[in-house]
Every structure is written in C-alpha cells, then in structure tokens.
C-alpha cells in the first residue's frame, strides 16, 4: 500500500511535498498541540542533588519553630453547633435566603459582563486607564497629606456608625 502511494506521489507534480506529508514507518508522529517536555529525571538523581546542599545550610534556610501551644484548633462539632444556634436566632430566613441568592446571581451576572468586557479588543485597556487615573486621584485627594488622611479618617468612622446604626 505505502509502494503505491509513493508511486502516485512521485508521478504528481507535488512529489516532494506529498512524500513529505506522509509519514514513513520508522518516524513516529505527534498530533499534538503542547510542546515537548523532556523525560522525567528518575527519583533518586532528585535526592542525589538534595544531598550535595549542605546540612546546615538547608536547615538555616528552613527553620521551624515547634510550639506546644494549640491556639488555633476549631472543634468542627463546636462550629457548626454555633452556626446552627446563629441561623435558629435568625427570623426571617426567607429574607436571609433571599440576600444570599441575590448576591450569588450578582456575582455570577457581573463575572459574566466583565467577561464580555473583557473580550471588546480595546475596552479592557481604557478601563485600565480609567482604574489607574481614578487610583491616581484617590491617592492624590485623601492619602497624600495628612490633613487629608484625616478627613478620610473621619469620613470612614461616620460611614461605619450610620452603618452600624450608632449615629
């Protein structure tokens, strides 16, 4: 079959470039699109070179302190005991189940216009000029002096107490 083909090839005009084309028995062919990776390096030529870094070197790059304080242990049966007791004092669940979808469809909706945003061919670059040029005003207006770090100060505690509801 392949005698054929090469002799159907070598009468065309295109002899080289169908010859080309076909792929002979001893080369091996790649359908891929990911480039070449060299083969994997067995494990114990890893170890060999983790084992020419000195000892005290590698332990003064990587100290650990041990501590016998447990600080940071969370119960899980004490969590969701605390939660269930949180959602038991809660009165309108429906509300609450309300927001929490609501703000779920949110970010899927804004993920979904800054997806279609981002994929205008000049649009994501403007807005990064916009972001940018209003970064630049906020840190100009309230950050550079200290007068106006104070202002922001108190601007963000009353925004806090009308939140809170202590105004």
């Known amino acids: 079959m392949a005698a054929t083909v090469y002799a159907a090839a070598a009468s065309s005009s295109m002899a080289g470039t169908t010859a080309a084309l076909i792929p002979s028995a001893n080369r091996t062919t790649r359908c891929s699109a990911l480039p070449y990776l060299p083969p994997r390096l067995p494990s114990h030529s890893f170890r060999s070179s983790i084992k020419q870094v000195s000892e005290p070197r590698r332990f003064s790059l990587h100290q ?89 100060a108190t601007d963000i505690d009353a925004l806090k107490k009308k939140i809170a509801g202590t105004e």
Do not use: C, H, Q
Request: aromatic content about 12%.
């Open 64 to 152: 650990i302190r041990a501590s016998s304080e447990d600080t940071s242990s969370v119960d899980p049966s004490e969590l969701f005991t605390d939660l269930k007791e949180k959602w038991d004092a809660v009165e309108n669940k429906s509300t609450v189940l309300l927001y929490g979808g609501g703000a779920i469809v949110a970010v899927w909706l804004s993920s979904i216009v800054v997806g279609a945003i981002n994929s205008v061919p000049l649009l994501p670059k403007i807005m990064e000029l916009v972001g940018l040029g209003y970064t630049g005003w906020f840190v100009y207006r309230y950050l550079l002096f200290k007068s106006s770090r104070k202002e922001l």
